[in-house]
């Protein structure tokens, strides 16, 4: 079957640890998102990768760090200098990320089940 | 940048049909995006538009109007899994989606 995996769903800290999120997508897609959502508020866009090798910060990368070595994965480092870190973390990915918009089918995100972090 | 507003919360009785609208203002548009999520779970694509009408598909349908920055969701024959947060979400023309906070729709007998 053909999706994307985070685990594990539910993870727990210490205050001043750091913490791998993992993603695994085998749906061969380019383009791979961290968000972050929090109650009350829209998802909030973390990094982003378009291509292996290559990512870019989005709209609240301060405290979280990834790596994209693979086409298959795109981990998020949770740091010790996030300052609210608890939240539920969502990873998704989509063909391409292509400003001309060429179709929803290829352009549509496609998301994870999720990992809660709880910081204790 | 993006800003984007959906009502909090719906309630609809089961067998009815619910309008749930969201308000977009954007320096680049390009295309609008209906997510549904079950509490803890993961978003799940409903619908696309990018250009201004309406896009049926089965009981959902989705209705945009770019001059006015607005798009509704339509949900017909509701049923008790519908009820779910459904969240609005706008491309820009990097191809970055910003998300609306989300509309907790509540389906009752």
């Known amino acids: 079957d053909g999706g994307i995996t985070q685990s594990p769903k539910y993870l727990f800290r210490k205050e001043g640890q750091n913490v791998t999120l993992s993603c695994e997508q085998n749906?061969?897609?380019?383009?791979m998102y961290w968000y972050r959502q929090d109650p009350g508020q829209g998802l909030r866009l973390i990094y982003y990768s378009q291509i292996v090798n290559d990512f870019q910060k989005g709209d609240i990368a301060e405290g979280y760090s990834v790596s994209r070595e693979k086409k298959e994965s795109f981990p998020l480092t949770v740091t010790s200098a996030q300052k609210n870190p608890t939240a539920f973390y969502l990873c998704?990915?989509?063909?391409?990320?292509?400003?001309?918009?060429?179709?929803?089918?290829?352009?549509?995100?496609?998301f994870g089940p999720g990992t809660r972090l709880t910081v204790l | 940048g993006q800003n984007i507003d959906q009502p909090t919360e719906m309630t609809a009785t089961e067998g009815a049909i619910v309008q749930i609208n969201c308000t977009y203002q954007t320096s680049g548009f390009n295309g609008l995006f209906w997510y549904q999520q079950h509490a803890g779970e993961a978003p799940t694509f409903l619908s696309y538009n990018v250009l201004d009408g309406l896009e049926e598909k089965g009981r959902f349908s989705s209705f945009l109007s770019r001059s006015k920055g607005y798009s509704y969701l339509l949900l017909k024959e509701l049923q008790m899994k519908d009820s779910a947060s459904y969240l609005c979400?706008?491309?820009?023309?990097?191809?970055?989606?910003?998300f609306g906070t989300g509309t907790q729709l509540k389906v009752e007998l």
């Open positions: 749906l061969n897609h380019d383009a």
């Open positions: 979400a706008v491309r820009d023309l990097e191809g970055k989606l910003t």
């Open positions: 998704a990915s989509s063909t391409g990320s292509s400003p001309q918009g060429l179709s929803p089918f290829t352009d549509t995100q496609y």
